[in-house]
Structures are given as C-alpha cells and as structure tokens.
C-alpha cells in the first residue's frame, strides 16, 4: 500500500541544520544578532517597518492586545472560526472576546456582524486570515471609522497577501499590528514553537521589543508590565533560513491548490474553498466543504490520505466560555459550516505522487 500522506510534513535542509549548530556553538542562545536579523529580515518581507520575534503565535496575539492597552473590561471582537487561541488571548488580559459570524464564502469575519457588535466598550477587532485566505480589507476602513484597533491574527497566513485602494499588502502589513506563529505545521516554522509581531506604527514599534522581555528598556529597568516571549537564537537563525525558502514554498501550494481545483472542478459532492478577490491565498490549509465529514474523511483514510474539520467546535461553544453570555448564541454560518470544512494535504513537503493521489482522490470521491 502506498505509504500515509500527512496534513504536515516540517522541512528540514542541511542548511537550517547547519544554522542552529552555528547558533548553539555561539554560546550566545538568547538576545542575540539571529534574532535581530530575523526581525528585520521578517519585516522587510510583510513590508512594514517593525517586527519582533517571539516564543509563539498566542504569545504574540496577548503582546498585541498589551501593545494596544486592551486589559479589563474592555471588549475586543474575534471570530468563532477559529482556532481558540485568537479568544482566549483575550481572556488572558482580562479583556472580554465578543464572538461574531463569518461569512458564507470565505469563511471570515463577517463585516457587518462586526459593525452590529461594536460598542463603547469595543477597543479592537481580531481580523483572522483563516487558512491563509485575507479577511475582506473593508474591515480595516470599518476599524479606523470607529477608531478601534485591528489586530492581524496572520497565525496561517505567511505570504497571503491582498490589493488595498489599488496597492498589493502583505499579511503582516494590513493592521495597527499582526501576530504570526511559526508552528511546525505552518506555511513556515523555526524548529519548535515560535511568533512574531509587525508593525508599521512607530509608537507600538518601539515598545515591541520590550513587552517580550520584562517590559524592560536599556537600563534593564521595567517600564510596563511584560515577561518573558523571547524567541531562542537557534530558532531565529533556523527562521531566517526558513525565509529564504518561503516564496519557492508557497508557489508550490499555490500550485497544488490549482491542482485540487481542477481535480474536484465536476464533482458536485465538494465545494472548494474560494478566493477573495485581488488577493494571493497562502494555502496554510486546503479545506474543501462537504456534506457529510466524517464520510469524506474515512474515505480518505482508506486512500491512505490525512484528513481532518477545522474547526468543528466554534470558540463560542468551548467549555471555556460556558458562562459566556454568548455561549448558547446562534451564529448561524459559523455553525452551519463548522463540521463541514474538512482539510487535506497541501504542503510543501508533498511529492508530485502524492498529490496526483490527493487531487486523484478529491475526483473520484462519492
């Protein structure tokens, strides 16, 4: 039998090896030149003028809300399709996640269920670019018209990329500040768990830095409240040669995808995920909708092919937000697609066989 095809396969070269021998035998692990490089490396890519490595996505979704002073009693808006992080980084400051829908064709926050959430009490919206799909750009005119902040929650989406007023803007680049993970099933990853953090507003670019270590500032003495998000120098000296991978990366994905595309084209059991227009998906994942999940996802299992819903519990419904005053709310797309969006391989790790199996698969599929 042909061997299993995953939904994640973390590469791995000689060079991203060599890297993290160079950086271990420095002697220097922390707050070094790798970490500094990465940063600016990592900027120069979203385009944008400040980023700040960290130890993990979530860890860079709770700096931004402090970057932006969002703390008790304040609300800030988030999808439920989503994964929980983007939520509970909001219950870890003390801020209150007020869950909106998504909308039917792209699976992103739906603009005017956010505009009917906005109150005084709003401080900042959480725009998710869910599988590596942009959000709808109109969510950044409807944050600055009510002077609230937008925060990128980019965790899948290196390399997306959409026009706004007739300018192409990277993922990174399309809020006051973008948080982005580096998780071994992302488009990039460092070896282990890591973030970061852009930005192109100088106030919070100079504050970025700090929040992640203690608050502190050149003295060493600490002038907000912060901690430890470092990001190690083996990771950022494995992330920087990451990097220079990624756009060869996602030109794989993109292709791929363009290969399921066709492949599911005339099968009327599976709709394919759509693309916003004027924008470059990242293909983070490749979901497909499908009536029956757990259907399609046994059929693929007996194809020797990974498959699995994103996400089928909505963030509302977690037991964490059982005393929720949203948590017996009906947020009707969200929940009508929650157990229908079912994702298969697309990384760039896959063979040419393989994905003629997947896309030969998503064809016959009945």
Same mark, same amino acid.
């Given at each position: 039998m042909d061997g299993r095809i995953p939904l994640a396969r973390p590469s791995w070269t000689e060079g991203m090896r060599d +890297?993290?021998? =160079? +950086?271990?035998d420095s002697g220097?692990? /922390? @707050?070094?030149? &790798?970490g500094? +490089?990465?940063?600016?490396?990592f900027a120069e890519f979203c385009n944008v003028s400040h980023a700040a490595p960290c130890n993990s996505g979530s860890g860079a979704l709770i700096a931004a809300l402090r970057l932006l002073n969002i703390g008790i009693g304040d609300e800030v808006i988030v999808p439920s399709l989503t994964f929980i992080?983007?939520?509970t980084s909001v219950s870890m400051v003390g801020a209150?996640? /007020?869950?909106?829908?998504?909308?039917? $064709?792209?699976?992103?926050?739906?603009?005017? $269920? /956010?505009r009917k959430r906005i109150?005084? @009490?709003t401080k900042a919206v959480i725009g998710v670019h869910l599988f590596g799909q942009t959000y709808d750009p109109a969510l950044i005119e409807l944050c600055e018209k009510n002077r609230i902040g937008l925060i990128e929650d980019a965790a899948q989406a290196h390399g997306t990329s959409v026009i706004v007023d007739g300018e192409r803007r990277m993922a990174g680049s399309l809020g006051d500040i973008a948080c982005f993970s580096f998780f071994p099933s992302k488009n990039m990853a460092v070896g282990g768990e890591g973030g970061m953090i852009t930005t192109n507003d100088e106030t919070i670019g100079e504050r970025m830095r700090s929040i992640i270590n203690h608050g502190r500032d050149g003295t060493l003495q600490s002038q907000e409240v912060g901690t430890n998000m470092r990001m190690s120098e083996v990771f950022a000296a494995i992330g920087r040669k990451q990097l220079e991978h990624l756009e060869q990366w996602l030109e794989i994905r993109r292709n791929t995808a363009e290969q399921y595309a066709s492949a599911v084209k005339y099968n009327q059991l599976i709709t394919p995920p759509s693309t916003f227009p004027d924008s470059e998906h990242g293909w983070h994942q490749y979901c497909v909708k499908v009536k029956d999940s757990a259907h399609f996802i046994d059929y693929m299992s007996e194809k020797n092919i990974d498959a699995?819903?994103?996400?089928? =519990?909505p963030c509302h419904q977690h037991p964490v937000y059982a005393t929720h005053p949203q948590h017996n709310e009906t947020l009707s797309v969200t929940e009508s697609i929650c157990t229908q969006i079912v994702a298969v391989p697309? &990384? &760039?790790?896959? =063979?040419?066989?393989?994905?003629?199996? /997947? +896309?030969?698969?998503? @064809?016959?599929?009945?």
């Open positions: +890297a993290a021998m =160079t +950086a271990l220097q692990w /922390v @707050k070094g030149p &790798h500094r +490089a990465f940063a600016q490396e992080a983007t939520a209150i996640p /007020v869950f909106a829908d998504v909308d039917v $064709d792209y699976w992103c926050l739906d603009i005017e $269920d /956010v109150t005084e @009490k699995r819903v994103f996400y089928s =519990t697309i &990384h &760039h790790g896959l =063979t040419n066989e393989e994905r003629f199996r /997947v +896309a030969s698969a998503l @064809k016959d599929y009945a």
